[in-house]
């Protein structure tokens, strides 16, 4: 008998390449290998399963970016560097775009609970970011006219953009250049 957390993992692997409206529950249990009887032990329906899925992205969020990265005890050029080589080594190689993205386009007009548990991710990367632009104000590495928020909005902005044209055009080139362009204008190398 699966765990809660294995079932999770694999709807979560499903969902994020077909997508939420195009995945069904018979998708999940063949891709789970259980019976409905389980499935319906842990959820009530496939909603439930998608929040759930959307929850385990927030905690991998939390416990690898917000307090892996911009939590811990680094200078902020490292910290962004650290977040820009994590978004390079998931992305280089993934065709199917962002996570937390993937589910901002598809399910923010038609699921009211959905869009607030993506927006949280993509709200706390913002300040995440214009936390660590702030500092690099401080210290004089950045001009002290730049809007921290701004700019780290913008960042999030180029990172989301790349990724969506590096799935729909094949070409990894724009992320790789979105990253550069980054590290160029932050002075980050």
Not at 12 to 32: E, N, V
Request: glycine content about 6%; hydrophobic content about 40%.
């Amino acid at each position: 008998m699966l765990k809660l957390q294995e079932i999770i993992k694999v709807s979560r692997s499903i969902i994020y390449y077909k997508g939420y409206q195009a995945t069904s529950i018979s998708d999940i249990l063949d891709g789970a290998h259980i019976g409905k009887g389980q499935f319906y032990h842990y959820f009530s329906s496939k909603r439930d399963l998608g929040l759930a899925v959307v929850d385990d992205l927030v905690k991998e969020w939390e416990r690898d970016v917000f307090e892996g990265i911009f939590a811990a005890d680094l200078d902020p050029v490292v910290k962004l560097n650290k977040m820009l080589d994590r978004t390079l080594t998931i992305h280089t190689d993934e065709e199917s775009g962002c996570p937390a993205g993937n589910l901002a386009i598809e399910m923010s007009e038609h699921d009211e609970t959905f869009r607030l548990k993506v927006h949280y991710i993509f709200d706390r990367w913002i300040s995440s970011i214009e936390g660590a632009l702030s500092e690099l104000k401080e210290r004089g590495h950045l001009t002290s006219d730049i809007d921290a928020k701004q700019h780290a909005r913008a960042i999030v902005s180029m990172i989301e953009g790349a990724i969506l044209l590096k799935k729909s055009q094949k070409e990894v080139g724009f992320l790789t250049n979105a990253i550069a362009c980054i590290r160029a204008q932050y002075r980050l190398s």
